[in-house]
């Protein structure tokens, strides 16, 4: 017989020597008294002598008994598979071992283990604690949930093997597809109703268990044990999130990057200090101060990019108190700067004088950028709709149509084409444009542009204008109503409008709008990182709105950017507004070279003989497979082994693209799990036990070889005993 | 007459005392009788035997007759005899078992001689006790006249 708690056991031992030590300090406590009538004492003691012994000795070997019997309940003796060959027989018991590989299983315990080296070794004992015909299967918890064998094995050996050459990941727990997984491989194998039992060895961090999806699936499992290996002291600071503030303008411009940083633990944390870097060159060194538990900040700082090209940004936690998790002290910004930004402006012939076409603002704002810069960063190009046919659109990283009364259709296929291949197109619309055109070419069919007729419906573009329904109503002028109509700027922190939140100063929030587009929608404020509302009129109607589509962007402007349409030019905040609209537009394809760990890295590519010429680098320098594949009518290469972050390099041949790969943020949050949560995801009935040597226990727990309910019903009779002999005392005195 | 420490001669008491009083006397006898019955019990046919008439008054003390013992007690015996400890609780029955049947033997010889037996309590005031008592044995003379 072995038990769950030897220490529990040992302390119940001696417990059982206290009704003799109490009996002997009794015996040496006892009153004297004179006694004359001896003869009647003597003759009476000499009867009673044997009864009292025996009564003394009864009620103490049944005190010592219950006591005994209490702390071997306690103790949780259970037999093992020798003594339970005798003892009774049993039906085969399968298990399924979830173990939780992902990324905050990298906390380091108090031990000096990681929790994931810490729940390899539970596991294991729980493998080698099993008996022969049991099966066991093994089940990977980081996303996406995979089973490390197809149906219960009955070799430890194996088992041990997979667990020892499994490396824990930067994925987030997928705790809704383990469940689901472990209850698939319960399903192929031998146990009947009963003995199904499932052990999750995690860290039971409670941010990454989404109930509802955890507690569906559990058909074929009877029990669930959850064993806690994650380290009691649980503090963590983590850098979760680095992005540019605003657009890059070019080389030597300065930029803005934004990183946020929380403390996730329970103590305050103090003597935070942030190291930037560009291309691995060291650069400032933001100090942070104190963070309060459950606080988080964003700093921004500045940053430029010496030379066009390809950039990586890398913000790291150079000290911190209290942070058991390293893995999110790190995070990269990839970065995409242009030599020069080819734009070509398109608006219509006419006859009035320069200044008053509906793009010379623009064209005039754009020059300045090469007032912010000692480089020629532009090459601006105007023509009319006429000649958008026959131009070259791909030389251009930016398309800009100013209050273009008309499309054509083939002209609306090649700006889908061209943007779906990463050009950046900024629709502006003015009095001139024809609305049902428009209509048609923006929103109707629910594909941009309808007239292509091509599959394939872009889901940005699709989360933005589908859902939202939008309708191209009417042109607005601003005489018909008595009430001035001027731009408001949401709280959202977009880059392309943060400078301008909450200033009044620069005159975007003052410029009258004298004509716009009146747009039909019922998206309200919905912004998704790819597609949503940018700026809005005074009248909640919106004023810009934008989407990926493919690997390009589509800006659209409800009002167009002459004076005619707006005081907007005449305003300070005009030329950095049309600066980072240009910027944004031509994109920096952020969204595209920062991504999470396990998404592909996506890079355009001529042709598929280019398959050869093109190499996948990792954060180490190793190098894997890239494969060309079709995405929305365009050649791409994908990169998929994006398992660990880091900077990784895409090389075509002499060219050199960079991107970030960082983990997921839900896995800084380590606080451990509300029983109350865990319950309600895996089962009331759910067990917790706490490290390897529990995991032992739990694997003994659900058999009818435990035998704790013997010994307090054991406890049960000896107390009845202890009653009785007691009260037989009392009545023979 | 009859008392002090050591162990009661009962007996050798009686004897002296019949032996010495030549007439016919009233003898009254304070004790607490511990010791043989049948050495009171002949004791007191010794007495009868002389012409005298004996009253036998065993005076004991209220725990001895009651034993309100409850917890392990070490009882140091006064005529001699050693410690005995016990525990009193579990032993009261049998003691006043004891006690009962010595008087029952006592009260039986002390009848069958014509002489009077009667226990005394020491908690009792003995004044009272005894104006009690005399005052029932002259109620008993009248009768017998």
Known sequence: MWFAHPGILLGAVGAAFLPLLIHLINRRRYRREPWAATMFLLRAHRQSKRHIQIDHWLLLVVRTLALLAFGIAIARPYLSS??????????????????????????????????????????????????????????????????????????????????????????????????????????????????????????????????????????????????NVGPTARGNIALDSLRLESPVIGPGVSSRVRFRIANLGSEPAHDIRVQITVDKHAGQSVAIGLLQPGQSIEPK??????????????????????????????????????????????????????????????RVALRSRQARSDRDLDAVRTIAPSELEGEILDEFRVIVLGD?????????????????DGGGLIVAMGQQVDGPEYQKFLFGGREFPTATGTSGEPDAWRALFETGEYRLDRYVRA????????????????????????????????????????LGSQAGDKVAPDAGELLHFENALPAMLHTRLGLGRVIVLTTGLSMSDTTLPAKPDFVPFALNLVAFAAGDAGDRLNVETGQPLISRVASQTDNESTVGLGPNGESHPVSIEAQNDSLVAVFRETHQPG????????????????????????????????????????????????????VHEELPRELAGTAMYLLVALVILETWAATSAGSRA | MAGGAGKTALRAVFDEIAERLHERHLVIVLSDLFGDPEDVVRGVKH??????????????????????????????????VG????????????????????????????????????????????????????AMRAKRSRHRR
């Open chain 1, 647 to 698: 900077i990784y390099r895409l090389r075509q041949g002499s060219r050199e693209q960079l991107y970030a790969v960082n983990p997921r943020q839900d896995e800084s949050d380590l606080r451990l799990a509300d029983e109350g949560i865990v319950k309600a995801a895996f089962g009331p009935s759910v067990t917790i036990v706490s490290g390897a040597v529990e995991a032992a226990v739990g």
């Open chain 1, 301 to 362: 700082t500045d940053v430029t990019f010496e030379s066009a090209g390809s950039h990586v940004v890398t913000a790291s936690i150079t000290h911190s108190i209290g942070n058991v998790l390293a893995a999110d002290d790190i995070a990269h910004l990839a970065v995409d700067v242009a030599e020069r930004l080819p734009i070509l402006l398109v608006e219509p012939d006419s006859q009035a004088s320069i200044s008053d076409r509906s793009l010379f603002c623009l």
């Open chain 2, 83 to 134: 410690p005995v400890l016990t525990e009193p609780r579990l032993m009261r029955d049998r003691y006043l078992e004891e006690m009962k049947a010595y008087m029952r033997v006592m009260r039986r010889g002390c009848h069958s001689q014509e002489a009077d037996y009667e226990v005394l309590n020491t908690s009792a005031k003995m004044s009272l006790v005894l104006s009690s008592y005399l």
């Open chain 1, 479 to 518: 005489d018909e109503s008595d009430s001035v109509v001027r731009f408001k700027i949401p709280t959202l922190g977009h880059g392309v409008l943060a400078d301008f939140e909450g200033r009044d100063d620069g005159g975007l929030n003052q410029a009258v709008v004298r004509g716009y587009w009146q």
């Open chain 1, 404 to 420: 273009v009364p008309r499309i054509s259709e083939r002209s609306m296929a090649r700006l889908r084409r061209y943007v779906l």
């Open chain 1, 82 to 227: 020798g003594q339970m060959n005798w003892s009774m027989t049993r039906s085969a018991i399968d298990r399924v071992i979830v173990l939780d590989d992902s990324l905050s299983m990298q906390s380091m315990r108090e031990d000096g283990q990681t929790s994931f080296e810490a729940a390899v070794q539970a596991a294991t004992q729980i493998v080698s604690d099993v008996e022969s015909g049991d099966g066991i299967g093994l089940v990977s918890a980081s996303s996406p949930a995979s089973s490390l064998v197809d149906r219960p094995l009955q070799d430890a050996t194996a088992l041990s093997a997979i667990m020892d050459e499994r490396r824990c990941s930067y994925n987030q727990t997928d705790w809704a597809g383990a469940i689901r997984t472990a209850n698939e491989v319960l399903s192929r194998g031998k146990a009947s109703k009963g003995g199904r039992v499932v052990y999750c060895v995690t860290d039971l961090a409670g941010a990454s268990i989404p109930v509802s999806d955890v507690a569906t699936g559990q058909e074929d499992i009877d029990r669930i044990v959850i064993v």
């Open chain 2, 47 to 80: 007495l009868r035997h002389r012409g005298h008439e004996p009253i036998i008054l065993q005076v004991l003390d209220d725990a001895e007759l009651t034993f309100p013992f409850d917890q392990p007690t070490e009882f140091d015996g006064l005529e001699g």
